[in-house]
Each structure stands twice: as structure tokens, then as C-alpha cells.
């Protein structure tokens, strides 16, 4: 394939009667990118994962993958497309042998024949090969199915959030092994909740409603923020949340964990936001500038959104 461009959508829009999913979809995915979608649920994540891997069709627009058509050209795209759906979809009842030698059967291949694009995965699982994949933990399940996508030699990985609901070992042992199939020239499309996953993608695209609000890397789309951000800190949680947006003064505050992340419409006021607190009975605050994060992004970028 001598187009760079793996994925190519122009102005794509995808709609369930009302429900517009996808509106003017542009972006472009290159060959050899971990490339992130991030979004909250119901962003419009997975009608695009169903799209790029030819599961449904486009209402408008132009959607070319691998250099093939998604509509006229699917069954050839097929073959050259490793999918992972967020939810778990291999069969429980066979153990994870079976289950790998089934899926190398569906797209005319073996197991033996491409074993070494998956060893380092596979070598996890492989002394639990005749346990029912039923009966693996979240972690194991993970690489089984990853195994299973893999096993034809895809060109193009897709990922919906394969890291959902597994402990924080398996998550880091997981993007370790997908940095590490750069090497067979795979490209992948993986989408997330997690932020810090976020940050090992080589560029993101921020999506929400069904629109793209920003294509970048990660790094560049944190000094896209504006203005200053500030961590506040108190005793009482919802109690300082509920005053701080209460004040005039105050543009924004979302909470971060332990920490509220506060923007301001009044250059200074985090000086005097201490004693507006102490007023209120919120004692003990502690209030600091801090470096945008990639969530930090995103929520103004949707704050922008009509």
C-alpha cells in the first residue's frame, strides 16, 4: 500500500432515525499511528469503529480504509482488518486453544503460520491454553481476544476499549504489547476512557455528541488550553464544589479526584478565593496553578460546543 493514509473519512455522517451518532466526520489515520479516539459514552466511538470496520455503512459522506471503499470494497477490507469490540465476544465454552484455531480457520490461515507476530502476547495465556476462555480473568481475556485479532496479520487493528474493567498490571502490560506491533508495520485505532492511556497514543482525536472537537498529538492538544487552571482543595468536597460555582468569579469547576480544577473570569481572584470560601465555612483550602491535562482540554472544548 503506498498511500501513508490507512483511514480517510470525509464529512461522514451516520444517523438511527433522529439520532444523529455521527455528523461531518474528517480525519485521517497514518500508516504505523496508535491512533486514540476519546470520548465519553454515547460520543459517537463505536458507530465509528463500525464504520471503519465495515459493520455498518455510512448515511453520507466518504469513508476509504486501507485504500478500499467501506461499501463496495468490504469483503476484500474484511480480510485485512483485526477487530476487538469492547465487549467480550469469543466463545466461552471453548477453551483458548480452540478459540485461536477458530478464528486462523475463519480467515484461511493457522495458527503456526503467524505465530510470531503473537508470541509475546499469546506467551501469557498459552499455559492456560486448555482452560475454557469463559474461565479467565479480565487480564487474560484481554490478550486471548487480542491473539484472536491478530492471528490473520491485519493491516489495521481496531481496538473499542479493550482495557475497560481490567486491573491497572494488565492495562500497562497491554499497551506495552500493542507499542510493540509497530514493528510488523500494524497500524491501530484504539479508543479509551482512560487519560493516561490517552497520552501513549501518537495523536488523539477528541469526539463528542457525534462531532470531532480536536485531531492532535496529545501533547499538543494540553497547550491548546486557555487561560490559567488552578487546584483547589478543601475538607468537604461537595461542599466546596457547589460554592465555587456558585461564585460569579469562578468560569469553571470540575472535580478531579480529591482536587476541584477551577478556572476564572476574574484575572486574580484565586488570591482572594480563600476568604470567599472561609465566608461560606469551608476551611482548610488549599489553592495552587497547575499544568493542563488532556481531560482538562476536552471539557473546554466541550464547554465550547452549542
Not at 478500499?68 to 469490540?85: A, F, H, K, S
Not at 480452540?98 to 506467551?123: P, Q
Request: glycine residues 8%; contains cysteine.
Amino acid at each position: 500500500m503506498a498511500d501513508k493514509v490507512v483511514i480517510r473519512a470525509e464529512d461522514v455522517g451516520k444517523h438511527f432515525g433522529k439520532l444523529h451518532a455521527l455528523r461531518g466526520i474528517n480525519l485521517e489515520v497514518n500508516r504505523g499511528e496508535i491512533f486514540g479516539l476519546i470520548g465519553p459514552d454515547g460520543a459517537g466511538k463505536t458507530t465509528l469503529f463500525r464504520l471503519i470496520t465495515t459493520l455498518l455503512t455510512p448515511d453520507s459522506g466518504s469513508l476509504t480504509v486501507l485504500g478500499l471503499d467501506v461499501v463496495t470494497q468490504y469483503r476484500e477490507l474484511r480480510r485485512q482488518i483485526g477487530y476487538m469490540p469492547g465487549r467480550f465476544s469469543l466463545y466461552h465454552d471453548l477453551t483458548v486453544e480452540e478459540n485461536l484455531n477458530f478464528y486462523a480457520t475463519v480467515f484461511g490461515t493457522t495458527v503456526k503460520e503467524n505465530y510470531t507476530l503473537i508470541a509475546d502476547i499469546y506467551s501469557h495465556i498459552e499455559p492456560f491454553r486448555r482452560r475454557p476462555a469463559g474461565k479467565l480473568s479480565g487480564g487474560m481475556k484481554q490478550k486471548l481476544a487480542l491473539s484472536c485479532a491478530l492471528i490473520h496479520r491485519p493491516a489495521l487493528l481496531v481496538l473499542d476499549e479493550p482495557t475497560t474493567g481490567v486491573d491497572a498490571v494488565s492495562r500497562v502490560e497491554f499497551w506495552e504489547l500493542l507499542r510493540g506491533l509497530r514493528e510488523h508495520g500494524i497500524t491501530t485505532v484504539v479508543s479509551t476512557p482512560y487519560m493516561d492511556e490517552a497520552m501513549r497514543c501518537d495523536r488523539v482525536a477528541l469526539i463528542q455528541s457525534g462531532q470531532l472537537l480536536s485531531i492532535d498529538t496529545p501533547t499538543a492538544i494540553m497547550e491548546g488550553f486557555t487561560g490559567k487552571l488552578y487546584s483547589v482543595r478543601a475538607e468537604e468536597n461537595y461542599s466546596l464544589i457547589m460554592a465555587l460555582r456558585a461564585n460569579p468569579h469562578v468560569h469553571t469547576a470540575h472535580p478531579f479526584g480529591s482536587s476541584v480544577h477551577v478556572t476564572f473570569n476574574t484575572e486574580g481572584y484565586h488570591a482572594t478565593l480563600p476568604q470567599y470560601l472561609h465566608e461560606k465555612g469551608i476551611e482548610n483550602v488549599t489553592i495552587e496553578p497547575i499544568s493542563p491535562g488532556i481531560e482538562d482540554r476536552f471539557l473546554e472544548l466541550m464547554e465550547r460546543e452549542p
